[in-house]
């Protein structure tokens, strides 16, 4: 991946260190010289790119709908809270066969990614990775659709202190887009479109569940139930499955949405103890304000997670694919499409130093916004 761009105005300058390293592919689609290349490079490093047409990614038919997409597949999160202050305890008294199961595969899993005391040891992370994303457009009644159309390429830059202090960069195509949590408000903003703070309490990143926080994914499936076995990829696993509360749905919910539920699956090998595979499937109700029929979104991620590599003694996934499929109905008609994005971990480190609570600030709006909020409240 590029990190480093030449100063192409003066040959004695030093060169551009970017903020997010991209992929050369993405690089190399952004002229067809190097000079154009450059230009085009510090236009985004500038945030000026938003003016550019992006109707055709992810066979978008608009800038907007490119970027909703991509931040949907890019910097989701999950509606759960993880704590990282008790760990995941063996055993329960009166607790079902089946809790009992999952808490004995999660500590096979701890045991399978460093074991508890090298997990205990990291207190932040950083890593860098590239993605390819490639999409379908929205169609019409309940027929299973494919992506299909031009790969677009991109990079990303994640950090994290604990499950509720992180911040990512992605950039895919040209488009930038930021999102991040201060411990008290999660957000995300782009360029081209106003700061959005997420309602309800702020929730860790989706992208830290794909074998890359291997903390997060022990405390989330500490209170899951083993519901069966699955042969995935010719690997036979343990399926362990957990539900999102009612008190965490409902802080999300706005007067015009209403999130049903939101169920996570995790598929655990039995041969290596490690997460194969981590799906969730989210449903959100739009309220109709004249009476009419509701409509209802359903947002389906799969990933399948591949390549574990020791990082200081923590075994993480390093590649894998999420597929996200977004399902609409109600109304007078039913649609789906879909999105494949293929990632790949380039660097991961933990325990960094000097990363501090500043790196973790929300936008000023959203921080005025939080401030309001609070003050309303008292």
């Known amino acids: 991946m590029r990190k480093l761009c030449p100063n192409y105005d003066r040959e004695d300058g030093l060169d551009t260190v970017l903020e997010v390293p991209i992929p050369e592919e993405m690089f190399n689609k ?10 085009n490079l510090r236009a985004l490093m500038k945030a000026q790119s938003q003016s550019c047409d992006r109707s055709s990614y992810l066979q978008a038919k608009s800038s907007n709908e490119f970027m909703a997409l991509l931040k949907l597949v890019g910097s989701p999160l999950i509606s ?28 096979q899993y701890i045991a399978a990614t460093g074991g508890q005391a090298a997990l205990n040891s990291v207190n932040s992370m950083y890593a860098v990775g590239e993605v390819k994303m490639l999409g379908s457009e929205m169609q019409q009644g309940d027929d299973s659709v494919s992506a299909k159309g031009n790969c677009e390429a991109g990079g990303f830059v994640l950090w994290q202190k604990n499950p509720d202090l992180w911040c990512l960069e992605l950039v895919v195509a040209g488009f930038k887009i930021c999102a991040g949590s201060n411990g008290k408000v999660a957000w995300n903003q782009s360029s081209s479109q106003p700061n959005v703070a997420h309602r309800g309490p702020p929730r860790p990143l989706r992208r830290f569940f794909q074998g890359l926080d291997p903390r997060c994914i022990a405390s989330l499936f500490s209170d899951a139930v083993c519901i069966a076995e699955e042969k995935i990829d010719n690997e036979d696993c343990f399926v362990l499955k957990v539900e999102a509360n009612a008190a965490t749905l409902r802080a999300q919910n706005s007067p015009n949405t209403e999130v049903v539920h939101h169920t996570i699956w995790g598929y655990f090998s039995q041969r290596t103890g490690l997460l194969i595979k981590f799906e969730d499937t989210k449903l959100v109700r739009m309220k109709s ?21 020791y990082v200081d003694a923590i075994n993480v996934a390093h590649c894998g694919k999420t597929v996200t499929t977004l399902y609409r109905y109600g109304g007078a008609h039913n649609h789906k499409r879909k999105i494949e994005e293929t990632w790949k971990i380039e660097e991961v480190d933990y325990n960094i130093c000097g990363l501090s609570v500043e790196t973790f600030l929300p936008p000023a709006e959203v921080r005025r916004e939080n401030d309001v909020g609070e003050q309303s409240v008292c």
Do not use: C
């Open 30 to 39: 952004m002229g067809s010289t190097a000079a154009l290349r450059w230009h």
């Open 289 to 309: 304000a004249k009476g009419t029929d509701s409509v209802f979104w359903e947002t389906s991620m799969a990933s399948t997670i591949e390549d574990y590599r």
């Open 80 to 107: 759960f809270q993880v704590q990282l202050d008790n760990p995941p305890s063996r055993f329960v008294k009166n607790a079902s066969i089946e809790a009992s199961t999952a808490k004995y595969i999660v500590q």
